[in-house]
Structures are given as C-alpha cells and as structure tokens.
C-alpha cells in the first residue's frame, strides 16, 4: 500500500527528511536526516524470485554514502545507484554487505568504477564473508540463472576489501557509522551497524520484521544476538526484511519469542522420538497468523536445525 | 563388496558427465530425460519393470536441499512373491547420483527405512529393487528441491575430525518377538562429497565419507547399506525389523580412510 502511494506520488523532494523519492518502480523511503530504505517484497527465492526481496539502505555523510546491502542483481544495484543519484552527486564511498545471501549481494557489481581512474568504493562486510561468498558462488551462480533469467548477466560476485573482525568505524563526513560482527547466528557472517548520528541501527537478517525470520547458521547463536540486540542504544530500526520501526525492542522480542519456540519444539520432538518430518508440520504452530511466508520459511527452519539439535 | 561399490563409482564418472550436460540447460523442473542414460550407464541392457509395490515418500517439495527426508519401503504382499534382495538409491540430477545401495535380509519384514539424502537440483528419486536372480524393479518420485542454501557453515578441521564417527542408536519401545520394531542410528560425519572446491589450493577437496553400515541383530546379518556421498551430512537411517527373540542390535560402520565406528544396542522383550 505504502509502495503504492510512493509510485504515485511523482513529487521529487530531495533533502527534505521523511519525503520519499521513486525511481523507475525502485521506490524509496527517507526515514531519518540522510537515511534511505528500499523495501524488497516479501518473496522466497523460488519462482517468482526477483532479485528484490530484502531492504537496502543508503546513508548520506557529507563526504560521501554507504550503501548497506545491494540487492539480488545487477539490475537492482543500478536501481539503487539511481535512486542514490536522485538524492546526492556525492561518491559512493563503502558498499556494505550485512551478511552472504544472495538476495543482499549481488547487486554489489553495479558499484565497481566504471573508469579505471574513478575512485573505487571499499566493499565491506564479515571477516568470514569473502570465504563463504567462494564457497557458495557456484550454487547462488546457478540460483541466479535459474531465477532471474538475463537479470542474473552481469550479477557479479564482488567481495568485501574492508572486514570487520570485531568493530570498525566508518566515516561518511559528519557521521560515524560503527559496524558489529557477530558469531554465528543468522548465517556465519552477519555484521550490524548503527548510525550514531541518528540512532539508526541496521540489524540485517538478526531481525525480521512481519516475515518469518530464518535461521540459517545457529538458532542459539540467533536468539542470543537478538537478546544482545536490544541493550542497543537505538531510537529505530531498520531490519533486513519487513518495516523500519521505533518499537524495535517489541520487534526483537517477536523474533527471540518465534525462534525460541520453534527451538524448543524441535528440541521437545527430538526427545520424543517424533520425526523431522513430523516436526515440520507441527513446530511453532502457535506462530503460524504472526509471519508472512509461515509455512516455507519454518518448515525450512526445522528441516535446517533438527538435523543439528539432534547431537544436543 | 567394497571393490564392488568402487567399480559402480567409476560408472558414476559416465553418468555424471552425461547429467551434466544436461544440466546446463536450465529448467524448472526435474528431467525426465535423465534417467534413461543412467538406466544404461548403470543396468547396460537389463530389462526393468516400473512397479507400484516399491513405495517413495517425500515432499513434492524440499525444503533444503541439505537434508531431504525420504521414507522407501516394499510390500512384500504388493509384491507377489518378488523378494527384493538389494535396493539402488538415486537422485538422478546429482553429479554423483548414487545416494546408497540396501542389502535386505528376511528379517527386515516389511522393508521400510527413512533417511535423509542431497538433492543438488530438482530431479526424480529412483529406487532400482533387485532379486536374486537379478531382475529389477524400478519406483521414481519427483522432487522440487529449489531455494534451500542451508549446510554449507565451513567448520573448523580439527573439530570435524574429532567428532566423526560419533554413533547414536535407539530402539523403540516395548519391542515384541515377531513384531516390527523400529531402530534408528545415526552417525556424525561431514560426509564431503570430493566436488567441493578448495579454496587455498584451488583444487577439490578430498571426499571424506561414510561408505559403509552393517546392521547385525542377535549375530546374524540384518542389512547392510553401502553409503554414497548423496546421502546427507550426518547419516540417519530409520527403519524396521522383526526380532526373534531379545538379543544385541549392532552397526559396524566404516569411512572412506579406512576407520571403523561401532555401537551396540540391547534390546530387552
């Protein structure tokens, strides 16, 4: 409803906050002095998979911008670079990316200098992201192709030349950003970070908001991030998936509550011998009206950590 | 036995060229195409009957490549007096498509088994089910497998060494002679396929594996499964049997370096 309002409006507010500015159907939101969220929709990587499925985030210093994740393709990352050349001339200086999906990467290419004499941004992102980019690039090559057709030419796989080990401050001119890594949790290269200016913390996949969140790397390590999350200074949110939001604590512990009872389900039918698939029909049931993509993304869940939980 | 095995894996070497190739072209759903060459590849010019009393279940639709649960069963009623010594599992668009082989004995009464097995792309299970005078039978189940990117977290070396081979058994309860009783076991072991790239060297990494579990009840041989790489990280296999009287369920299992890993269970009636 939202997207559909932005399309319509065709009034073209530049600098002005809480405005938003459209380009070529890449709608974006303007959610705080200098902050831009794109909102993909709600789709799983299947058919019907686009490229443009999470949010994506520009930051505007007076030096420069920091893009936080790209988009699934080539083509969204150009969107993104259209959009971000509505708002600002100023140079894209770090491309970050929150963790290794493929629907938050791939439109990393789109930021690589078209001259060899222009500045070249620092792509940033996990200490563990440029390995586990090597290791999946065959399966997310095939996955492109398969999905996004000729959207996938030219959806190169670019890699951070900046890692974050533990923290690392970025400054865009006027304004820090301070990235997080974290252990374990989502996937094995997630990194948060928050702008200090505003309060703006970029949660990437730690938090989902209205679709089912995914556990990818450890349910354990997931829920033990979120709980860390909300000790956060933050005044809002931006999550990897679903809307920006000031009740951010609320949305974390919607997170912790679905992941915690989806854990201890699992853990519940493990011990009583009930099977994986069994369990996939019936974990986190009482979860089932709260979350978009419900019956893809927690039968996915427990297909993923059953198998694990079960050498508890 | 083993020499066997390896010689079905050098055959493998043809099909996964020729699966390959066909995999080049992109499609949304699992090619029917395939398995005729595989058929040949691995059954050169054997006849081969499609039969209903060999049963596939699973999801039209995995959810994780990773870790797809099938349950394979045989009803001997079904079956008219087919005893169906030995059970070949594919998935016939993996590059390497041979998930296991099931050597069956009497005392498996109704063959049932569930395990979890690699799908690389979407294609069709295909169980080949042969006699001993080596006829086959053959049952095939489609299966999407598209969207899953689960299992592959690099781990540390060392830890995987240290815990391959961990075996955890369970028998249900209370177990009846003459009665099905269900059994499970599972292994830990990272089960490497050797198509993985190394990335430091550039090379693959060597496949580390699971290649084989013998199932013994009261001393007498009850099933024997040749494990392939198809078969998922961590090795689980679920199945029935008839005891004859109380006695000790035991799994020998072995990887592709040589090592033995073993566990016995006693089973109280």
């Known amino acids: ?154 959806s190169e796989l670019i890699k951070p030349t900046l890692v974050v080990k533990t923290t690392l401050e970025l400054d865009l001119g006027d304004r820090v950003l301070v990235l997080n890594a974290h252990p374990l949790a989502h996937t094995n290269t997630d990194i948060t970070l928050i702008d200090r200016k505003t309060g703006t913390l970029f949660a990437g996949d730690l938090l989902f908001i209205a679709r089912t969140p995914v556990v990818e790397g450890d349910i354990k390590g997931l829920i033990a991030e979120i709980i860390k999350l909300k000790s956060s200074p933050a005044t809002q949110v931006v999550p990897g998936h679903g809307p920006v939001t000031k009740d951010w604590v609320v949305a974390l512990s919607n997170a912790e509550r679905y992941l915690t009872v989806l854990l201890n389900d699992v853990r519940a039918s493990i011990k009583g011998n009930v099977s994986m698939e069994k369990t996939m029909d019936t974990a986190a049931e009482s979860e089932r009206n709260h979350w978009k993509l419900f019956e893809i993304a927690n039968r996915r869940n427990v297909n993923t950590i059953y198998p694990v939980l079960e050498w508890e | 036995m083993a020499m066997q095995f390896q010689r079905w894996f050098s055959k493998v070497v043809v099909a996964v060229g020729l699966s390959l190739s066909f995999a080049a072209n992109t499609y949304a759903e699992a090619d029917p195409k395939l398995w005729p060459v595989m058929q040949e590849a691995f059954f050169a010019k054997r006849e081969m009957k499609d039969v209903d009393f060999i049963k596939i279940e699973a999801p039209r639709r995995a959810e994780s490549g990773a870790q797809v649960p099938v349950t394979y069963s045989i009803d001997n009623a079904a079956a008219n007096g087919v005893v169906i010594k030995k059970l070949y599992a594919f998935v016939d668009a993996n590059p390497i498509p041979i998930t296991a082989i099931y050597h069956l004995t009497d005392t498996l009464g109704n063959f049932q088994l569930s395990t979890r097995i690699r799908f690389e792309t979407d294609a069709f299970v295909r169980l080949v089910g042969e006699t001993a005078d080596g006829s086959l039978y053959l049952a095939s189940r489609e299966i999407r497998a598209a969207g899953g990117c689960g299992g592959m977290v690099e781990n540390n070396e060392s830890e995987i060494r240290a815990a391959a081979g961990r075996i955890k058994m369970n028998v249900e309860t209370p177990v009846k002679v003459g009665t099905p009783t269900t059994a499970t076991f599972n292994i830990k072991h990272i089960m490497r396929t050797g198509l993985q790239r190394d990335l430091v060297s550039q090379g693959y990494v060597p496949a580390f594996y699971i290649n084989k579990v013998d199932f013994v009840y009261g001393g007498k041989p009850l099933m024997t499964v040749d494990v392939g790489v198809g078969t998922a990280e961590d090795p689980y296999f679920k199945f029935s049997f008839i005891p004859a009287s109380a006695g000790n369920l035991e799994a020998v299992a072995t990887d592709n370096e040589g090592k033995t890993f073993s566990q016995q269970y006693e089973v109280k009636i």
């Open chain 1, 1 to 154: 409803m939202r997207i559909l309002m932005i399309t319509m409006s065709l009034f073209s507010i530049i600098g002005c906050s809480h405005a938003e500015v459209q380009h070529s159907n890449f709608a974006v939101e303007s959610v705080a002095d200098g902050i831009y969220v794109h909102h993909g929709e709600h789709l799983d990587i299947d058919t019907g998979y686009q490229g443009d499925i999470c949010n994506i985030s520009f930051i505007v210093g007076s030096k420069g911008v920091a893009v936080i994740d790209t988009g699934g393709s080539l083509k969204v990352g150009q969107q993104l670079q259209s959009a971000i050349r509505k708002v600002t001339p100023l140079p894209v200086l770090y491309v970050i990316n929150t963790h290794v999906h493929p629907d938050h990467i791939y439109g990393n290419a789109a930021f690589l200098p078209k001259n060899p004499s222009d500045p070249k941004p620092e792509f940033v992102g996990h200490e563990k992201l440029a390995n586990a980019m090597d290791v999946r690039s065959e399966q997310y090559a095939k996955l492109n192709e398969r999905f996004l057709h000729d959207d996938a030419i030219g």
